[in-house]
C-alpha cells in the first residue's frame, strides 16, 4: 500500500501520468477511483480515518492540534494512544498476519504490532523510541543514520526544502526496502514529502495560481519529485511478489491557495468577539487576557478549516452563553459565515457544520462549528490586527496550497478482482473494508 500525502487526482491521474512509468503503469493498470476524503480534509485525521473505517468524531480526531477545554490557545497534539478502533493492521495480527507500517499518522508513539512500524511525522525528534520493536531503531540506524521525519517547508529558503525533500525521501526508500526483506502479509507506507513538495511549490508550478510567473527556476521541482518517487518504487517493486496487490492511495488532494481570511477579524466586525483593545501589531495571536469576556460569544482558530468556539456559560471559564440559547447562536453563525463573499464581492462557497451533522457519534474535544470557506480556496488564519480580513498569504509562513476533497485510489489486482478502469468516486471510510477484503482470503 503506497501512501502519498495530499496526492491529487489532477496529477497522478493526468498531468504526470506520463512522465512516471512505475506510477503511471500502475494507475493505467488499476482500479482507479476519486477517493472522497474527510471532513476535515486534513492528514490528521484522514489516514486513521482510512485504516480504521471510523469518521473523525468517532475516533474524536478533528485535526493535527486540539484546543484544551476551558482554554483559547492552549492545545495538545494527537498521538496513536488516541486511536481507540482496530486499524487495519490490528484486524490482521487477529487473523495470525504480520504486517508492515512506516509513516502512517498519527503513529506516535509506536504500538505493539504483529510486524514491524515505525512511526510518523509528529514524532518529536529521533532520540525518542520511534519503532516496533524497539531494536529495529538501532537495526536501522547503524545502516541509515537517524530517521528523518519531516523538513521545513514554509520557509524563503526554496533550494533548502528541496535539499532536505530529495535526502529525506531517498533515506526513506533505503529504509523501506530493507524492511521488505522481512517478510509481511501487508506492507503500508505514507510518504508526507509528497505534500510538503506541494504546499512549498505549488505557485510555481501551476499555471493558474495567481502568483504564478512562467519560466521561473523551481517550475518544475514538483514534477521532479514525483519523478524521484517514480525511481524509488520502480526498485522497491522488484522485491514484491507477482500475485501481491497494489494500492496507491492519498488522504487528500491539493489545489491553488486563493488567500487566507482572518476569521477572528470577521467575528470582531460581526459582533462575535470583543477585545480589551486593539492590537498594536499585524499578525498577532489572540490571548486569553486580550478578550473582553464578557462581550465574547465566539472566537475562533485558523488553519485549512476553522475550527470556531462558543463562549458557552458552564463549560468556558467565563461563559456568557446561556445553555438555551447555545443552538440559536450556532445557527446565526452558520447563516452569517456562508454569506460572506471574496475580496471583490464574488460569491463563496462555504460550508459550516456542527460536528453533530457531519458525524454518527461525537468524541474528544470537538470545535462547536467546522467552518469550510469557499470550497477550501481559502484556508483561515487565526491571527488579528491586520488591514483586510483578506490575506494574500498564509499567516503562519508560506503556503502555496490548500487541501482539497478528492484524492486517489487506485487498486492492482493481479489475481483479476478489481478490473482495470475508471469507477467513479469511493468514501474514505469504506477503504479499510476494501483493503482487509484483498488481504484476507
Same mark, same amino acid.
Given at each position: 500500500m503506497i501512501g502519498l500525502d495530499a496526492t491529487p @487526482?489532477?496529477?497522478?491521474?493526468?498531468?504526470?501520468? !506520463? !512522465?512516471?512509468?512505475?506510477?503511471?503503469?500502475?494507475?493505467?493498470?488499476?482500479?482507479?477511483? =476519486?477517493?472522497?476524503?474527510t471532513y476535515p480534509p486534513i492528514t490528521i485525521p484522514a489516514w486513521a480515518v482510512m485504516v480504521t473505517g471510523r469518521t473523525p468524531g468517532e475516533l474524536g480526531i478533528y485535526g493535527f492540534r486540539h484546543r484544551k477545554p476551558g482554554d483559547v490557545r492552549s492545545s495538545y497534539i494527537v498521538n496513536s494512544r488516541?486511536?481507540?478502533? +482496530?486499524?487495519?493492521?490490528?484486524?490482521?495480527?487477529?487473523?495470525?498476519?504480520?504486517?508492515?507500517?512506516?509513516?502512517?499518522?498519527?503513529? /506516535? @508513539? @509506536?504500538?505493539p504490532i504483529r510486524g514491524y512500524m515505525i512511526s510518523c511525522f509528529i514524532t518529536p525528534d529521533p532520540g525518542k523510541m520511534y519503532t516496533w520493536p524497539p531494536t529495529l531503531k538501532r537495526? =536501522?540506524?547503524?545502516? &541509515?543514520? @537517524?530517521?528523518? &521525519?519531516?523538513?521545513?517547508?514554509?520557509?524563503?529558503?526554496?533550494?533548502?526544502?528541496?535539499?532536505e525533500l530529495w535526502e529525506m525521501t531517498s533515506q526513506h526508500f533505503? #529504509?523501506?526496502?530493507?524492511?521488505?526483506?522481512?517478510?509481511?502479509?501487508?506492507?503500508? &507506507?505514507?510518504?508526507?514529502?509528497? !505534500? %510538503? #513538495?506541494?504546499?512549498?511549490f505549488w505557485k510555481f508550478f501551476d499555471k493558474s495560481h495567481h502568483k504564478y510567473v512562467p519560466g521561473n527556476p523551481y517550475e518544475n521541482v514538483?514534477? !521532479? /519529485?514525483?519523478?524521484?518517487?517514480?525511481k524509488e518504487l520502480e526498485k522497491m517493486l522488484k522485491k514484491v511478489p507477482k500475485d501481491t496487490a497494489i494500492v496507491v492511495v492519498s488522504d487528500h488532494g491539493a489545489k491553488a491557495m486563493k488567500g487566507a481570511f482572518a476569521i477572528n477579524q470577521w467575528l470582531m466586525e460581526e459582533g462575535y468577539l470583543k477585545l480589551k483593545e486593539e492590537p498594536k501589531k499585524p499578525g498577532v495571536d489572540i490571548e486569553p487576557e486580550m478578550i473582553d469576556w464578557s462581550k465574547t460569544i465566539a472566537w475562533g482558530w485558523g488553519g485549512y478549516y476553522s475550527r470556531i468556539f462558543i463562549n458557552l456559560k458552564g %463549560?468556558?471559564?467565563n461563559g456568557i452563553v446561556e445553555p438555551k440559547d447555545y443552538e440559536k447562536v450556532i445557527e446565526d453563525l452558520k447563516d452569517s459565515i456562508k454569506s460572506v463573499k471574496g475580496p471583490n464581492?464574488? +460569491?463563496?462557497?462555504?460550508e459550516a457544520y456542527t460536528?453533530?451533522?457531519l458525524y454518527p457519534a461525537v468524541n474528544g474535544d470537538p470545535p462547536d462549528l467546522m467552518v469550510f470557506l469557499d470550497d477550501l480556496n481559502w484556508r483561515a488564519a487565526g491571527t488579528i490586527g491586520w488591514p483586510t480580513k483578506y490575506l494574500p498569504e498564509n499567516d503562519r509562513g508560506p503556503d502555496d496550497a490548500v487541501h482539497d476533497w478528492l484524492g486517489v485510489f487506485t487498486v492492482y489486482d493481479p489475481e483479476g478482482r478489481y478490473s482495470p478502469g475508471d469507477k467513479g468516486e469511493i468514501n474514505i471510510e469504506k477503504l479499510s473494508n476494501v483493503l482487509i477484503d484483498l488481504i484476507t482470503p
Open positions: @487526482p489532477k496529477l497522478l491521474y493526468d498531468e504526470f501520468i !506520463d !512522465d512516471l512509468p512505475t506510477l503511471g503503469g500502475l494507475v493505467k493498470d488499476s482500479t482507479r477511483y =476519486l477517493m472522497r476524503t488516541m486511536i481507540k478502533d +482496530p486499524t487495519i493492521w490490528d484486524t490482521l495480527s487477529r487473523k495470525g498476519m504480520k504486517s508492515v507500517v512506516v509513516s502512517v499518522p498519527p503513529s /506516535y @508513539p @509506536p504500538r537495526e =536501522l540506524e547503524s545502516k &541509515f543514520g @537517524p530517521y528523518l &521525519f519531516d523538513v521545513i517547508y514554509r520557509t524563503e529558503e526554496k533550494d533548502r526544502v528541496i535539499r533505503k #529504509v523501506l526496502n530493507h524492511l521488505m526483506d522481512k517478510g509481511w502479509d501487508f506492507f503500508m &507506507f505514507v510518504e508526507i514529502g509528497v !505534500d %510538503r #513538495v506541494q504546499h512549498a514538483i514534477r !521532479d /519529485y514525483y519523478k524521484l518517487l517514480d %463549560r468556558e471559564p464581492g464574488e +460569491p463563496w462557497k462555504t460536528p453533530q451533522e
